[in-house]
């Protein structure tokens, strides 16, 4: 994390929404299975588990819902301090990621757009927007390994983040973003590994929220394992 602007933690609906837990110098790692905070500074990580997570690139939207659009004036945000003593807010909760990434038409005439979803066991809204980038991190991986070449001016990511107040059925926060320098680089497998003396602890302003989901035995020793070059 090069910079995360500090905000206000917003609450819409009852729902919070704030920044990713991260701080600059801290990283995550992630595969198919999860992702993990590291914090270097403190020789600690907090995990986060994924429990669905596909894409395509035949434009399938397999497994996503409709969206929905909530007319203007009827959405009211607060600061967590206008909030009402006692109300209940959600901090975190099964969070879903439904994503596009846009390639446009590139030599040798690679597919044009891969179409994906991932869902977390539990997470506060604002890690979706670090989730959101495993699924097509792993597609543009593909696409390179696979020897296509693509255009950086063409690729654009469309993310969806449904939120889930008490007093709706839904709220889907969008995201676009364009993708910039893009360029193919060598990997020291072992910046990818945890280092055995990082012990495990909740996520960052949640040390006392109980029942928040910590790693096995075997998913720790992955995490611990320099991943297979492929």
Request: charged share 25%.
């Amino acid at each position: 994390m090069v910079a995360n602007p500090a905000g206000p933690e917003l609450v819409t609906d009852g729902v919070s929404v704030a920044p990713a837990l991260a701080k600059a110098g801290e990283y995550y790692l992630f595969d198919s299975t999860g992702f993990i905070l590291v914090r270097p500074s403190q020789k600690t990580f907090s995990s986060f588990v994924i429990t669905d997570h596909e894409f395509n690139y035949e434009n399938r939207r397999d497994g996503w819902r409709m969206f929905q659009l909530i007319s203007e004036g009827s959405l009211k945000i607060d600061t967590l301090g206008a909030r009402p003593l006692g109300a209940r807010v959600i901090r975190h909760e099964p969070t879903r990621i439904y994503w596009i990434l846009e390639m446009g038409q590139t030599l040798p005439h690679p597919p044009i757009r891969a179409v994906g979803r991932l869902s977390i066991a539990d997470a506060p809204p604002g890690e979706g927007g670090i989730a959101r980038w495993i699924g097509p991190t792993e597609a543009l991986a593909d696409m390179a390994h696979r020897g296509d070449v693509l255009d950086e001016r063409n690729i654009e990511l469309i993310s969806e983040l449904p939120l889930n107040p008490t007093r709706r059925g839904s709220i889907d926060l969008p995201q676009r973003q364009n993708i910039q320098c893009l360029q193919r680089a060598d990997v020291d497998l072992a910046n990818l590994v945890l280092p055995s003396d990082f012990t495990e602890t909740a996520w960052p302003g949640f040390q006392n929220e109980p029942g928040l989901p910590r790693l096995t035995e075997g998913a720790l020793a992955s995490w611990r394992a320099e991943p297979r070059g492929e």
